[in-house]
């Protein structure tokens, strides 16, 4: 069975950082665009950042430009979100997702797998 598994969610004060981390459970993932969604408490789910199948392209919501990065790592078939800065507007859960179409990805129906979700509270 196809999975995503996130970690790395928790509570931490404005100012400060978190590492999430995607581990997918089969090889073919490896060629699987990679990227985070979020949903703030209340508000509909929305794309924070995706990576291409190789690495070598990124894309960011503005409202994390430079203050989170994605990388992927396809020799343990996992991928990271990087989140400095960070501020009670980035509260909420985070999923990982990944798609087929292996050059990138920015809508839910582009996403073929979702991870459960991982909570990440940022206090003020």
């Known amino acids: 069975q196809v999975q995503l598994v996130e970690s790395g969610g928790g509570l931490v004060q404005a100012g400060g950082s978190l590492r999430l981390s995607c581990a997918a459970s089969e090889r073919t993932f490896r060629r699987y665009a990679m990227g985070w969604f979020r949903q703030p408490p209340g508000k509909e789910r929305e794309f924070v950042a995706a990576?291409?199948?190789?690495?070598?392209?990124?894309f960011y919501a503005d409202s994390v430009k430079g203050r989170f990065t994605i990388s992927r790592d396809n020799a343990k078939i996992t991928v990271y979100l990087q989140m400095n800065s960070l501020t009670p507007e980035d509260t909420a859960v985070y999923y990982c997702?990944?798609?087929?179409?292996?050059?990138?990805?920015?809508?839910?129906?582009?996403?073929?797998?979702w991870g459960q979700g991982t909570q990440v509270t940022v206090s003020s």
């Open positions: 990576i291409n199948w190789s690495g070598g392209s990124t």
């Open positions: 997702a990944a798609s087929s179409r292996g050059n990138g990805l920015r809508y839910e129906y582009e996403c073929d797998y």
